[in-house]
């Protein structure tokens, strides 16, 4: 649904992720709601293992979630080298936890898979 940049925000010397909506889908107003949607669902949530958001902008039909830059392997790269069972159990933990806090605000994340777990 968008693509996902890494990006500088000079106004508070931090580096950021900005997904935008792919181009496609700004006449879409489907797909424009499900994506301010998702900043509201975001802005909502506050756990140390979710991806915080820091904004939401558009201009035109450039329509952009600015993110928490969150660095590192994702957890298919990690599972592809292999893990220890202790390291499995600690991932393991910070997901249920994550995903408990998501649940019980009623937010069922659409796109869950390694690829995207740092």
Do not use: C, W
């Not at 902008?57 to 952009?64: F, K, P």
């Not at 392997?73 to 393991?92: F, K, M, Q, V, Y």
């Not at 019980?104 to 869950?112: A, L, T």
């Amino acid at each position: 649904m968008g693509e996902v940049y890494r990006a500088r925000d000079a106004k508070l010397n931090r580096d950021v992720a900005v997904k935008i909506l792919a181009s496609a889908f700004t006449a879409d107003s489907d797909r424009l709601s499900r994506f301010e949607r998702e900043a509201r669902v975001l802005g909502a949530l506050n756990h140390p293992h979710i991806g915080a958001i820091y904004g939401f902008e558009d201009s035109g039909e450039v329509h952009a979630l600015v993110l928490e830059l969150v660095e590192g392997d994702t957890l298919s790269e990690h599972i592809a080298r292999g893990l220890t069972l202790d390291e499995t159990l600690s991932i393991a933990r910070q997901i249920a936890d994550a995903l408990e806090a998501a649940h019980e605000r009623g937010v069922v994340h659409r796109d869950f898979k390694p690829a995207n777990l740092v």
